[in-house]
């Protein structure tokens, strides 16, 4: 018996992404090559900022937080993803399923607000470049991470209480490849109308007000653009504009659809599919779309490999 929660359940059965078994090693590897990539990706980008001073700027400074949050985001259930694809029965005990679930949320939330803090900052810097030193100071930038971390604390905690006060009697196969907070509700033998509420409410916090915060943002970055005489200027502007709003779609349109649809709308293989952009695909496309395109990180690459 778990003692958490007085539940007769101690560990779970993760079903996996598919259960086709022609699918599973070649799932298995690509699945593989992308984290290998996204840990290389995000690792490369906090090497470089961390050892060039000319990067240590509050643009920089929220990019190095953001590598640093997708390092780890798909750390947290990754491996046992992977796992599901190689085993016949992948197992999780119950303690380690509220652990990965206390941290996946911690980090979601997080991506959430440091997103919106990065898109303030461009409006900030595109908008009202003369006042940008005095605006983003290190102290406003520390107090914008700071608040981030709280309201991710804050969110993990909220989630996963709600989750500890269920209790679970016999079913224990969670029709997920990590211990999502949904797919984990649904074995409950007890009412989660309060469990339900408290995500509703939560995520919904967690997506509207940083979604309305990065749309308000970049219209008045792109009012600005239309301003810029420039072609060549315009045309860099919303480049760099538009990579960052799909990055930000992606992230926000595929969560949303997971945690904010009906219940009588909901199905767990949509969700599972849905999840995987959030997930796996978004810290993948972050170091692409935010750093490697950008001319101070390749100059940065180029003479820290010259430095060798």
């Known amino acids: ?48 900022i961390g050892l060039n001073k000319h990067l240590h700027t509050p643009m920089y400074f929220f990019l190095f937080n953001l590598s640093f949050i ?22 999780i ?31 900030v810097a595109i908008c009202n ?61 007890s009412s989660t109308y309060v469990s339900e509420l408290e995500v509703y409410i939560v995520v919904g916090i967690n997506i509207i007000v940083p979604t309305v915060t990065i749309l308000l943002s970049y219209l008045f970055i792109l009012s600005n653009i239309f301003k810029i005489s420039s072609t060549e200027g315009r045309s860099k502007a919303f480049s760099t504009c538009s990579s960052h709003v799909i990055a930000v779609s992606v992230f926000f349109g595929s969560a949303a659809f997971m945690y904010l649809k009906p219940s009588s709308a909901w199905s767990m293989d949509e969700g599972k599919i849905s999840s995987v952009f959030y997930t796996i695909v978004v810290p993948l496309m972050n170091p692409l779309i935010y750093s490697f395109r950008n001319k101070d990180v390749k100059l940065a690459l180029i003479q820290s490999l010259r430095k060798r």
């Open 1 to 48: 018996m778990a003692p958490e929660n007085g539940s007769f359940v101690n560990e779970f059965i993760l079903m996996g992404l598919t259960d086709r078994p022609d699918l599973q090693i070649p799932l298995f590897f690509l699945f593989l090559v992308m984290y290998v990539v996204t840990a290389l990706g995000n690792l490369g980008l906090l090497t470089l």
């Open 70 to 91: 997708d390092l780890n985001y798909p750390s947290v259930f990754t491996p046992k993803m992977l796992m599901s694809f190689i085993s016949k029965k992948n197992v």
């Open 93 to 123: 005990s119950y303690r380690g399923c509220m652990i990965q679930l206390y941290f996946y949320g911690f980090f979601v939330v997080s991506e959430c607000y440091v997103l919106t803090s990065m898109a303030y900052d461009r409006y």
């Open 129 to 189: 470049p003369l006042l940008y030193n005095t605006v983003m100071s290190p102290r406003v930038c520390c107090n914008l991470m700071l608040g981030s971390y709280i309201m991710a604390f804050s969110s993990a905690t909220a989630h996963t209480g709600g989750i500890l006060r269920l209790t679970f009697c016999d079913a224990n196969t969670i029709n997920h490849y990590f211990c999502d907070i949904l797919p984990v509700m649904q074995l409950s033998c």
